[in-house]
């Protein structure tokens, strides 16, 4: 069984920088075919933010934090990253790290893509 474990999130301010980890564990990281963050702001749907395929060769992100995120995984340390730098107070939400242990081929953006999720971690941009 795959675990999934948020952490990083925090209150800052408009134009800080965080980083979240996903701790994975049940499975290596270089063994799910893909990786992801999602979020979850208040009273919306969630939503794709990144992805990063299995030997980390391809990545992709959603328009809105595409050139101020980057996702990244440490094979070593059974890990997966997300810098995020300029945040906005959009960008406040529930973030989510999501696996996919099924086999496929390139980055997925879907939910429904992926089989074991995390239980969150909380980020506040304030103005």
């Known amino acids: 069984q795959v675990q999934l474990v948020e952490s990083g999130g925090g209150s800052v301010q408009a134009g800080d920088s965080l980083r979240l980890s996903c701790a994975a564990s049940g499975r290596t990281v270089s063994s799910m075919y893909v990786m992801g963050w999602f979020r979850q702001a208040p009273g919306k749907e969630r939503e794709f933010v990144a992805a990063i395929t299995r030997n980390g060769g391809s990545t992709i992100y959603a328009d809105s934090v595409k050139g101020r995120i980057t996702i990244s995984k440490d094979n070593a340390k059974n890990m997966m990253y997300l810098q995020m730098r300029n945040l906005k107070p959009e960008d406040t939400a529930i973030y989510y790290c999501?696996?996919?242990?099924?086999?496929?081929?390139?980055?997925?953006?879907?939910?429904?893509?992926?089989?074991?999720w995390g239980q969150g971690t909380q980020v506040t941009v304030s103005s």
């Open positions: 999501a696996a996919r242990t099924r086999t496929t081929t390139g980055v997925k953006s879907y939910g429904s893509d992926y089989d074991y």
